[in-house]
């Protein structure tokens, strides 16, 4: 299974997420969900990247972890760009959380210090 973990500080504002394992929907090189997955939150810390120039400190590995943690340092409308980007990242995730709910969890957390 895929476990998302979605961390929001104390304003309800995403600060990082997590992703980790495998969905083991098919066979490697045809699962869709994993593909899914990585297309969406690949192309949501390039979207961020690219359109706002705020870089996230990023860790990954080839067993299926993505950790993606936004700068500290972040306000006013590159805030609210970042945070619309993220929250899209978001609802694409849930999109495929429904149709695939076997293959893939999300959960929310709530970060105790900013």
């Given at each position: 299974?895929?476990?998302?973990?979605?961390y929001?500080?104390?304003?309800?504002?995403?600060?990082?997420?997590?992703?980790?394992?495998?969905?083991?929907?098919?066979?490697?090189?045809?699962?869709?969900?994993?593909?899914?997955?990585?297309?969406?939150?690949?192309?949501?810390?390039?979207?961020?990247?690219?359109?706002?120039?705020?870089?996230?400190?990023?860790?990954?590995?080839?067993?299926?972890?993505?950790?993606?943690?936004?700068?500290?340092?972040?306000?006013?409308?590159?805030?609210?760009?970042?945070?619309l980007?993220?929250?899209?990242?978001?609802?694409?995730?849930?999109?495929?959380?429904?149709?695939?709910?076997?293959?893939?969890?999300?959960?929310?957390?709530?970060?105790?210090?900013?």
């Amino acid at each position: 299974m895929i476990d998302i973990t979605i961390y929001r500080n104390q304003t309800g504002k995403i600060q990082s997420f997590a992703i980790s394992g495998h969905a083991f929907f098919a066979e490697r090189g045809q699962d869709i969900v994993c593909a899914g997955v990585s297309a969406v939150s690949v192309g949501a810390i390039n979207a961020v990247h690219e359109l706002t120039g705020v870089t996230p400190d990023i860790t990954h590995d080839p067993d299926g972890l993505l950790h993606c943690t936004l700068p500290d340092n972040l306000s006013g409308n590159v805030l609210d760009k970042v945070q619309l980007l993220l929250e899209g990242m978001v609802v694409s995730l849930q999109s495929i959380e429904e149709t695939y709910g076997q293959n893939i969890r999300i959960t929310f957390k709530k970060q105790e210090v900013e």
